[in-house]
């Protein structure tokens, strides 16, 4: 199972991306499959409380309408690590679109206990703005950042 971890795109004051972040989905579209290969599965986070997000359906809802690839909607890191354990051991590609605060949790919770924040430096305690090109790639138990990538 190979993992593509990203953070939603550039927000808005509300729930939405902004203009900056439909820009970055945009350049996801060919990013992604060019740099790691079209995805079998494209998950983002469900828009539940407490923040109703759309961010992370907005971001990757083009990847998936071009390559013909449904979104699959999960609200809970819980249901997400339950989904994910069921594919271990094959070769499919997940790209996965959730809340950034959330993703050292995702990483721990798939056994990766070495990731103590979301950021290039995983020492750091990012903020809001310095991690939009930031994907994470998990391949054979092996992270590795992709730092400014669009």
Same mark, same amino acid.
């Given at each position: 199972m190979r993992l593509i971890i990203l953070r939603h795109g550039e927000k808005d004051k509300g729930y939405y991306l902004n203009d900056i972040g439909y820009k970055r989905s945009e350049k996801l579209v060919d990013y992604?499959?060019?740099?790691?290969? !079209?995805? =079998?599965?494209? &998950?983002?986070?469900?828009? +539940?409380?407490?923040?109703?997000?759309? %961010?992370? !359906?907005?971001t990757i809802y083009q990847l998936g309408y071009k390559h013909n690839r449904p979104i699959l909607i999960i609200n809970t890191i819980d249901e997400l690590v339950k989904y #994910? /354990?069921?594919?271990?051991?094959? =070769?499919?590609?997940? +790209?996965?679109?959730?809340?950034?605060? /959330? &993703?050292?949790? !995702?990483? %721990? %919770? #798939?056994?990766?206990?070495m990731i103590v924040s979301w950021s290039s430096n995983p020492y750091k305690y990012p =903020?809001?703005? =310095?991690?939009y090109n930031t994907i994470i790639e998990v391949n054979n138990r092996i992270i590795i950042h992709h730092d400014n990538i669009i």
């Open positions: 992604i499959p060019a740099k790691f290969g !079209i995805p =079998d599965f494209i &998950i983002a986070k469900s828009p +539940v409380f407490p923040n109703y997000s759309f %961010r992370p !359906i907005q #994910l /354990e069921k594919y271990n051991y094959t =070769d499919y590609i997940f +790209v996965i679109c959730w809340e950034h605060t /959330e &993703i050292p949790l !995702i990483l %721990r %919770r #798939l056994g990766y206990n =903020d809001d703005d =310095d991690d």
